[in-house]
């Protein structure tokens, strides 16, 4: 019974822990509409209006009026705040000034394209970072190492318009292996694939580089290799699973690069994803749309973050314990 | 935990770092130890700042020729001994608009991380030292400024104020905040608890005392490690936001600029688009560089 | 007595389109069938007849649809389409059609009489319960009378409206089906739903990524004067916007695009050299040209602005950045639109001229960078760096350049596409914008543009009233010799009193690969797909 009562205090802990950590999330979403809803909304000059009202908008007058309505100006600008919010919640995103679409179809019709890229460029992400970073921990020239170590640097600085147009010129205009416009399938995600990756895998590989570096000096190194343990299991089985662990948590920060690098890589690849639609929305200040692709990314960013912080006290146990005596450590944490 | 403890930040830098390094003494970090560990790469990043400083004071001792005013009829001309990085669309020299355009791109940089730095830095101190309420408030701020991207949250910032140079560099200076409040904040939190400090409050310091005292010179490298890094970092985002054209009108030579210009000819001169990236990339690397140095050194 | 007016509308000018009007065309019969692939430089956006105005969308309307008038591109003139002929009341009131025979549009219905009438009405008055407004080239309180018997369209205007055969020449005067014109507004903004009798149907369309027009099966009524009366040599075109200028350039030297529309001037070059062509034309219309507006500051005075008239090098200016697919302005007009004349004496480089203007306006001083001066206040002039043409940034930056030399500080500005329009034209402190593009009427265009019913740029507000009274007669000189005259004058007036700085005779510029053949531009430079083909 005793046994009991500890165990169910601690599922108890840990559910209130679950529940804080949900309602943080939605704190953070629901901040991010608040804050950039009032950058993008309530300047002087009434940006939504001038927008509509330009003889320059493609919008047909008609529709211009019908928006205007629908945006309710005339109101305060907390009014049209709750008037947007309590759209939002019906999954009413409002409609482009440019357009007229509604922003919810854009968003679906960008994000059916982002994601297949997205998801290619997240796997290049972490196949290009554990290859540097397995090759600057573990490569048996002390040159060859330094110089892996030198590339999470290398592609930070490398600006990402400018590796696509290398690709593009090389396989598309010089190989002529992938065509520069076309929808080839999967084959057309590549070089852009390639591209985010090479830009985004900067951050994750520095920290595998840290982590596995870290975990290489971990005693327990020298007690598999007291055993007779290989090099290659040791570097593969052990100090990998144990240094990788801590780069779990920039998944989210990742998500979110690779959304924000596609304005860029998909304006240089002539994509009409997520990436595009960012691009014109901004290049035409079209607020509604931004408004719901940040909103979009940032959601992305909290739930990805939310969910490997839940599960992460599961992948590594160390956390656990980490959690029970470093309250101390990190006590203004905790009590945010 | 919170997302502020556990999730490293934009940049590597920020990633939380043991707190057993403030063990040592904090002389480890200072200056002269970090020069007697500069290694062959460091001298070779420390000679391109140098340029960098060289190009921002006195721009006129690399190049004679004028950056705005070209040669009508040396328009698009390869790379050769007069002109080393050849001539751009209006026969101007793109090595002297490169070093003419330093100073804007760096005053760019510099006026974002300021920003940064500034803004980033103060909220850091307050929500580690203060705690409770305050705290709470801040991280949740950082929690919003770290769930956008950078580029993505720049660009917000950049439709909000127009499009120009300097409000480029404003959007990403404020997209870089999040990163420096985070640092300081656990910086403030890891010294708070040392045992000299907690000595020196129960001596009677007062806070800001406490503060000034102790908790800046034990993350004075920290934090130039960041900066460096945002500082290279900025060059990277307030190119792409040129690159994008949200950026510095013409003819002024900033560099991202350069290479959105050098885009349209770059079939027929390729030089105007790959030497002004090789030179961001130059520059981002030997400031990232050092970076690492100092932290690095810092942490050994 | 009513007066055929075949034909004799237009200026018998030959239109001198710069460069070659068409590229090479091969010997024999052009091959049947294939795939054309049309790389744009932007997004084709609403297809809403009335509404639409964009360059890449009048491409793609030019194609679908056709007009009842056509103006032939190499000799100026009008020509009958689908209108077989034409009459117009000597009072300008009365216009009548004859409708060619058997037309029909691709969704199987008759282009007849009736059709006709009920787009010219339809263009004139909009669709109020649609909320759609009036095409702005017509004339309003248009009433068409129509009798399929006689296959005759009586149209009466309520005042005389001399622009109304050109306007008929226009992208946006292109004929549509009743279901285009009885479709929600949604449906009439996308292409698919745009139902022409042209020579091309839009297959499909995905917004951003392509548009694919399929040749039109059995069309028979190409304007007789076109090399191909029948059906188009190609199979399909499909229209690709590639924004990003050195994907697009790559792309067609990769082969795998066989049309682009922008290139750098400078790029032209080697692509020629490469066995491309070149193909780019002047439309119709006005040329590229400054409005200097007298509110400005500095700008008050007439010295000032003939000074500027006189400071630009546009000689040099050609040579060193463009190629032989352009030229210097020569007028407000460009060369080959109706009433069109050389008045480039008024505004020749003239250095010294123009020195000694600002000299005598008090700019003697110079400060330290060099510029000129008067009562301390430098001698600036604002603008900002034209949106819509590819070459404005060097153009602009050369002319500053020119302009520095005189000791005058052009300041150049920067903006968006779509902040461009209403922030630039807004800004009290702009001296001098870039207009002038390619229009179906010079008239309607300068009324448009210097009116003080249109956008008034020179902010005149009708206070010059010879310039008003100019403009105003136009509308309705419906006798071609008045007309004529009016417009000289009017070129004459803009120029002569420092109104308008005329830079360059506009170039849509277009690239073709070598197996593209016949590919040619109509009278307002867009690509006519009908008579273009393929060899391989």
Redesign the interface.
Known sequence: MPERTASSDRTASERAYVVRRVGQALLVIALVYTIVFFTLFVLPGDPVENKLTSPQNPLPPSAAEALLRYYQLDLSPFAQFAVGLGRLVRGDLGFSLVSGKPVVDLLAQGLSDTVVLAALAFVLTVGLSLAIALTAVFAPWGSLRSLAASVPVLSISAPSFLVGFLLLTVFSFQLGWVSSIRDQGLASYVLPAVTLAIAVNGPLSQVLVQGLTKARREPFVDVLRAKGVGERRIALGHVLRNGAVPAVTMLGLIVGELFAGAVVVETVFSRTGLGFVTFESVRDQDTPVILAVVLLVSTLYVLVNLVTDLLYPRLDPRIVRRTATGRRRTPKAAVA | MSTLTTSPGPSPAAARRPAERWSAPPEAGSFRALVARLGPLDHVALAVVAFLVLAVVAPGLLTSHDPLHGDGTLVLQAPSAAHWFGTDYLGRDLFSRIVHGTVRTLLGSAVAVVIGLGVGTLLGLVAGYLGGVVDAVISRLVDVLLSIPGLLLSMVVVVALGFGALNAAVAVGIASIAAFTRLMRSEVLTVKDLPFVEASHHLGGSRAHVLLRHILPNSWTAVLSLTALQFGLSIIWISSLSFLGYGAPPPLPEWGLLVAEGREYVVSSPWLTIVPGAVIAASVLAISRLSRTIKEGSAA | MNRRHLAAAVTALALALSGCATAATGSGAPQDGGTL?Y?DAEIP??A?VQ?SG?WQTRALQQNVTDRLVYRNAETGELEPWVAESWEVAPDGLTYTFVIRDGVTYSDGSALDATSVARNLEWQSAGDAE????PNAQFPSGLTARADDATRTVVVTLTSPYAPFLNVLTSWSAGLVADATIDAP??EQ?RFVHLIGSGPFVVESE????EIVLVRREGYAWAPPSSPNQGEAHLAKVVV????????R???L?????DVIRYV?P??E??LVDAGFHVVAGTGVGLSNQWFLRSSAPFLDDVRVRHALQRLIDRD?IVD??YTDSWSPATSVLAPGTFGYQDVSDEFAFEPDAAAALLDEAGFTQRDADGYRTKGGQRLTVKTY?DVYD?TA??L???I??QL?EAGIDLQ???????????TAFKDPEVGFLRVGWPHPDPSRGLQQYYSKDGQDLLGLQGSDARLQELLDAQTAAVDDATRQDLLAQTQQHLVEQGYVVPVLDDSQVFVTAERVEGFRLTDGALPEFSTTSLTQ
């Open positions: 692939t790389l956006t609403s809403q509404e964009t649609k909320g759609t407004t507004k949604e903004q995905e917004y951003g990524k690709i916007p590639v924004l990003e200028d050195s994907v350039l790559g792309t030297r990769a082969g795998e695009g750098q400078s790029e070059k080697g040099t060193t950045l760096i590819n940034k060097s602009f930056q050369a500053q350049q520095k150049l500005n920067e903006l968006d596409y779509s902040t461009y329009w209403a």
